[in-house]
């Protein structure tokens, strides 16, 4: 392995691409919607109650309107501004945590690769024992008794267990990277521990780095869902699960208001669908083998 040799692959991947316009797409519409809509809606109560989307008609015979073109739930607030609202804060919350997670994992996985001896075992018992900690359970419990938890609580409980992956991830890599070629070259010229961490060996984890940020942004975003689809997110600001969660506790399902719950689910499915994407293209670049694969 040489120095730079991650970065002579192609980046024009055709997953990466897909997934990230999805995804930039998803946030454009919850950025420029906050220009272009009015907001408000999302939180204070309009009329009609449980009007469907335009172009269609709900049990009671009322038609959409383009005052709310995607409808609006039984307090009347507006499905409209509630997406726009709520799919950035969902995404912010798995941004944030995966961010947090990929920090300790950088500076925890580099420490016990290159350093090694007690300070590895150690670190590597606390990732086994993280590990097999059931986190959904741990946060459910937390939450509970904190009740109330704005964004960046949330994203931080759900970061204490973002970490172990990254670690192992660099970790492994650095081990790999410590004996090569141009990192013994790097030391016989008197280059610092920080320059073989950041500037010869840092170069060639990148690849792996975003696989591994996209993997845990993912599984935070769907933490974080889990815990708002049972009312245990964020207060006070829309999200995507919160409104699920608000459609299943009045019973949406059963009275045939499909677009409470059906148009968050959507859009937490194609933003997932894009984070998919997003890491099989880093995976592709990353790995050769899988890069030739799909050529």
Known sequence: MGR???WDTPWL???LITGASMIAVILLVGI?????WDTNLAYTASSPLNLPPVGFVNSRGQEGTWEHPLGTENSGRDMLAVIILGAPNSFL???????AGMAAGIVLGFTAGFVGGRVDDVIRLLSDVT?????LMVLIVIQSVMRQVDITTMALL??????PSPTRLIRAQVLSMRESGYVQMAKLSGASTFDIMFREMMPNLIPYLFASFIGNATGAILAAVGLETLGLGPQRV???GGTIYDAISAAALLRNMWWWWGLPTLLLALMFIGLLLINLGFDEIANPRLRRASS
């Open 4 to 6: 730079f040799n991650k």
């Open 13 to 15: 991947n055709p997953k």
């Open 32 to 36: 420029i919607g906050r220009f272009v």
């Open 93 to 99: 919350i798995g941004i944030v945590a995966a961010t």
């Open 131 to 135: 590990i097999t900690i059931p986190s």
């Open 158 to 163: 759900i970061a204490a267990f973002a970490w």
């Open 238 to 240: 829309p999200t995507l």
